[in-house]
C-alpha cells in the first residue's frame, strides 16, 4: 500500500493546480508568505462531499475532491458512464484508494443507506435547515432552490423538470427562472 503522498496536476489547470493521492488539492501561485504551493480549504454542499473551487483566465469551476482524484489517478472522465463511488461509504476520505468506480445503477442501489433517504438531487442543507435540490450540468453544480422540510415532493420536482430541460441550460440565474415557470404550469395545468 502506497503511504507516500503523489501530486499530479489536474487536467485543464497544468501549472495551476495538483491533486494527491490522499484527497488534497494545492495551488502552484507562490503563497506572499513562503514558496511553498497552498492547500486549498475545502467547502461541503451536498451530503458532506468536499469541493474546491479552481480559477483560470478569471473563470471559477466547482467540482468534487472525489471526482479529482479520480480523474488524475483513475482515469475517470467527468460526464462519462461511470461515476465515483467512495469504498468505506465516508464523503471525507478522498484517498484514490478508497475510490472505484462503478455504473452509476450500481452507485444508486448502493447509496440506499444512512446518509437520509432523499430522492435523486435532493439533499438536506444543515446550515440552512432546508432541503437543497441541485444537479451538476458539464461538472459545474447548478443550484435549484431550497425548500422547507415538508416539500420534499416539490424540491424533487425541480430536479426532475432541471433533468428535462438540461439543454435549454444557459447560466444558473436563467435556468432557475426556467424551473420555476415550468414546475408552475405543471401546477396549474394539474
Same mark, same amino acid.
Given at each position: ?17 495538483? +491533486?494527491? *493521492?490522499?484527497?488534497? /488539492? ?5 503563497? !506572499? %508568505? =513562503? #514558496? ?59 484517498? +484514490?484508494? *478508497?475510490?472505484?468506480? /462503478? ?5 444508486? !442501489? %448502493? =447509496? #440506499? ?72 404550469? !405543471? %401546477?396549474?395545468?394539474?
Amino acid at each position: 500500500m502506497n503511504t507516500k503522498e503523489t501530486w499530479k496536476s489536474i487536467t485543464g489547470y497544468e501549472g495551476y493546480y495538483e +491533486v494527491s *493521492n490522499f484527497g488534497r /488539492v494545492r495551488s502552484l501561485h507562490i503563497s !506572499s %508568505k =513562503g #514558496k511553498e504551493p497552498i492547500i486549498l480549504s475545502t467547502k461541503s454542499l451536498c451530503k458532506g462531499y468536499p469541493l474546491v473551487y479552481l480559477f483560470k483566465n478569471k473563470v471559477r469551476k466547482t467540482i468534487f475532491i472525489h471526482q479529482l482524484v479520480a480523474q488524475e489517478f483513475l482515469g475517470y472522465v467527468i460526464g462519462g458512464d461511470k461515476v465515483v463511488d467512495h469504498i468505506d461509504e465516508n464523503p471525507l476520505n478522498n484517498k +484514490v484508494t *478508497n475510490l472505484q468506480l /462503478v455504473s452509476i445503477r450500481y452507485n444508486t !442501489s %448502493k =447509496g #440506499k443507506r444512512k446518509m437520509g433517504n432523499y430522492p435523486t438531487g435532493v439533499c438536506f442543507h444543515k446550515r440552512q435547515n432546508k432541503l437543497n435540490s441541485q444537479l451538476q450540468i458539464n461538472g459545474k453544480v447548478v443550484f435549484l432552490g431550497y425548500f422547507n422540510i415538508d416539500e420534499i415532493e416539490k424540491a424533487s420536482d425541480f430536479y426532475k423538470i432541471a433533468v428535462e430541460n438540461v439543454e435549454k441550460y444557459e447560466n444558473n440565474k436563467q435556468f432557475r427562472e426556467l424551473i420555476n415557470s415550468l414546475y408552475s404550469k !405543471s %401546477k396549474n395545468s394539474a
